[in-house]
């Protein structure tokens, strides 16, 4: 797993520098592709709730979706196990990995990160919106 993580972060730019506190109010958002940030996890939940619960089998699955302190969010119609390990508090690099091209003016949506949990060495790359831009 540590290979794992040295080739996510090998040639990126951290945004604020080693010195920066993951979770700190100054924890900056990757606005390139390849550039990153330490933070930490805000909040763990479904695409519909605070909790996120594990598909029973019926069928019904209310996604995933993680919020990081410095305002990444990433949403997934599936259940990630990666992020169902994870906790609130967890200290994350997360980076920049896509911006998205030929969206209409004003939308944003789409941005892909790849997050890296520095406690469990698990990875998961998620978009900013349910939506790509353009979409619904």
């Given at each position: 797993?540590?290979?794992?993580?040295?080739?996510?972060?090998?040639?990126?730019?951290v945004v604020g520098g080693p010195g920066l506190a993951p979770g700190a109010a100054g924890a900056q958002v990757p606005t390139r592709v390849g550039t990153c940030a330490a933070t930490t996890i805000a909040?763990?939940?479904?695409?519909?709730s605070d909790t996120l619960v594990k598909p029973n089998g019926d069928g019904i699955d209310a996604g995933t979706s993680v919020d990081l302190r410095n305002g990444v969010y990433g949403v997934s119609y599936a259940y990630i196990d990666a992020v169902a390990r994870s906790r609130v508090g967890d200290r994350v690099m997360t980076c920049l990995v896509l911006l998205p091209t030929g969206c209409p003016k004003g939308d944003d949506r789409g941005?892909?990160?790849?997050?890296?949990?520095?406690?469990?060495l698990d990875s998961w790359t998620l978009?900013?919106?349910?939506h790509m831009c353009g979409g619904a």
């Amino acid at each position: 797993m540590g290979a794992r993580l040295g080739a996510i972060l090998a040639g990126a730019l951290v945004v604020g520098g080693p010195g920066l506190a993951p979770g700190a109010a100054g924890a900056q958002v990757p606005t390139r592709v390849g550039t990153c940030a330490a933070t930490t996890i805000a909040r763990i939940g479904t695409r519909f709730s605070d909790t996120l619960v594990k598909p029973n089998g019926d069928g019904i699955d209310a996604g995933t979706s993680v919020d990081l302190r410095n305002g990444v969010y990433g949403v997934s119609y599936a259940y990630i196990d990666a992020v169902a390990r994870s906790r609130v508090g967890d200290r994350v690099m997360t980076c920049l990995v896509l911006l998205p091209t030929g969206c209409p003016k004003g939308d944003d949506r789409g941005k892909m990160y790849t997050t890296t949990n520095l406690r469990t060495l698990d990875s998961w790359t998620l978009p900013d919106s349910q939506h790509m831009c353009g979409g619904a």
